[in-house]
């Protein structure tokens, strides 16, 4: 089912985390300065003294073809190629108007797929628990397309509320609804001739749906992981025989990186982050070397348009924010020009370029824990793409079926 081998595939992803951890693993402010001493200089000048368009071809992963560090060039080519995922096959299905009722397109293109991928499968389960289903629309497409009635389990008491309200105007069965928290404990499933639904569960939830199905030999299983950084714990839980040999932590900055998108950075976009990274690692560096803060102290998201005024501006709001007494604005546009600071930003930002392409390996590596764990537990394994990261960032899925 798979054209490769998700034993080797992990060994290889583990070891070269390994002998980098201290390059993806710390937090490029959390811990300064001790952080960015984790980055060859060299390295750290080679992107540097690079232009603005190639340093974006790098971020966004298009090319690392003019980088001239061979050892750094090799890791993140290493990392691109250690780091793809083979297409799962979908088919053509036919929908209505009807059929894509209420739903947005990024959720259209999913079902759409989802539901290709699913006709070329037999001997499916006829029941299914679709886990934080929202209103229902993956549920309403297993029960046309499908036939298959579905236990929604969804938190939002509202999200449940509309889901009836929808699937009553369309006079559609076999759908009901449990409006609590899913709880892995408890039990949801009349038999284990059952089919689990994973559509984009946030941090631990994708790991619980199978923990669940395992333990309750549940026919079958597609999850799609998501928002790996809201785990509960303090840091990831591997599944597998094989992770739990892991001798590294996925702390939550580090599954902030799984959690990236992968559509693509435009020339635009990267413009615009690092303008933000720009202002971000201005004021906590004002913080650390100014007024002599040693510890990082999150500050807060902010729209665009605060980024888009001076420093002073931002920085006096974010000082605001932190209940420190106001600072001249010369004071602040005088440290944020000088040169020393200037040089830790570009090479914060480099830093982080650098940082940032670790993202999809310890997504895959999660992702491959998983498959493994379900192998261990006699499943038949697919793992893959299944949408188009473009439109669905979080296109990554795990498909299961239950072997005698």
């Not at 034993?7 to 583990?14: A, G, N, R, T, V």
């Not at 971020?59 to 001239?68: H, K, L, Q």
Request: glycine share 4%; hydrophobic share 35%.
């Amino acid at each position: 089912m798979m054209n490769f081998n998700l034993e080797k595939d992990f060994k290889s992803l583990c070891d070269l985390l390994a002998t980098y951890q201290n390059v993806w693993n710390p937090e490029v402010m959390n811990s300064y300065p001790q952080s960015l001493e984790a980055y060859p200089s060299e390295w750290l000048t080679d992107i540097t003294n690079l232009s603005e368009d190639i340093q974006w071809r790098i971020d966004a992963g298009i090319s690392y073809n003019e980088i001239r560090e061979p050892k750094l060039k090799n890791l993140l080519n290493n990392l691109k190629k250690l780091s793809t995922f083979q297409k799962l096959e979908t088919s053509e299905v036919l929908f209505s108007d009807t059929d894509f009722f209420k739903m947005k397109e990024k959720k259209r293109h999913e079902i759409k797929n989802i539901s290709g991928f699913l006709s070329q499968k037999t001997n499916l389960a006829k029941s299914c628990i679709d886990v934080g289903g929202g209103i229902g629309h993956l549920s309403r497409t297993l029960a046309n397309k499908h036939e298959m009635s579905s236990l929604i389990i969804e938190s939002n008491k509202e999200f449940c509320e509309i889901g009836q309200k929808v699937n009553k105007k369309l006079n559609i069965g076999k759908i009901n609804y449990k409006s609590e928290p899913f709880n892995k404990n408890s039990t949801y499933h009349c038999g284990s001739n059952t089919f689990a639904l994973g559509l984009h569960a946030c941090g631990d939830l994708s790991s619980e749906i199978i923990e669940y199905s395992v333990n309750n030999c549940l026919q079958n299983i597609l999850s799609f992981g998501c928002c790996y950084f809201k785990t509960k714990l303090e840091n990831h839980c591997f599944l597998s025989s094989y992770g739990s040999k892991v001798d590294f932590n996925l702390s939550k900055y580090s599954l902030t990186l799984a959690s990236r998108a992968h559509t693509g950075l435009t020339k635009k976009a990267f413009i615009k982050k690092k303008r933000v990274k720009s202002y971000r690692y201005a004021l906590h560096l004002f913080l650390f070397h100014h007024l002599k803060q040693t510890e990082f102290k999150e500050v807060g998201e902010s729209k665009f348009s605060l980024y888009e005024k001076d420093f002073s501006d931002y920085a006096a709001e974010k000082l605001n924010y932190l209940g420190i007494e106001k600072i001249e604005k010369q004071t602040l546009e005088d440290f944020f020009e000088s040169k020393q600071t200037r040089k830790l930003i570009e090479a914060m930002f480099c830093a982080n370029i650098i940082r940032w392409q670790f993202g999809r390996a310890i997504e895959k590596l999660i992702l491959i824990d998983r498959a493994l764990y379900l192998k261990e537990s006699n499943y038949q394994i697919e793992l893959g793409e299944l949408f188009d990261e473009n439109i669905s960032p979080r296109n990554v899925g795990i498909f299961a079926k239950k072997l005698p």
